[in-house]
Nanobody, 118 residues
């Protein structure tokens, strides 16, 4: 059974930092592109940052220069280091795993709340 378990969310003041973690189990982690999405009430989930199996990364323009996504294939974990947080970063952050070999296979975590407020 595949599981993606996020942690590290919380409340922080503007300018603060948080590190999100997503531990994957029940899957061959190295075969999956890992992505952090975020969602605010009434809006669709949007991509924040992604890291491919090759280690190539991509970021939403709104987080470039402030967020860093990394992956640890020994710990089967993907991280999102978030610096200089802004109120507009407030959202539920979801971990996503996607494999596109022969067919598309996708899994989601349960989400972790990030609140940036003074």
């Amino acid at each position: 059974q595949v599981q993606l378990v996020e942690s590290g969310g919380g409340s922080v003041q503007p300018g603060g930092s948080l590190r999100l973690s997503c531990v994957a189990s029940g899957m061959t982690f190295s075969l999956y592109t890992m992505t952090w999405y975020r969602q605010t009430p009434g809006n669709q989930r949007e991509l924040a940052a992604a890291i491919a199996t090759s280690g190539t990364t991509m970021y939403a323009d709104s987080v470039k220069g402030r967020f860093i996504i990394t992956r640890d294939s020994v710990k089967n974990t993907v991280y999102l280091q978030m610096e200089n947080l802004k109120p507009e970063d407030t959202a539920v952050y979801y971990c996503n795993a996607k494999k596109e070999i022969a067919s598309v296979v996708m899994y989601w975590g349960q989400g972790t709340q990030v609140t940036v407020s003074s």
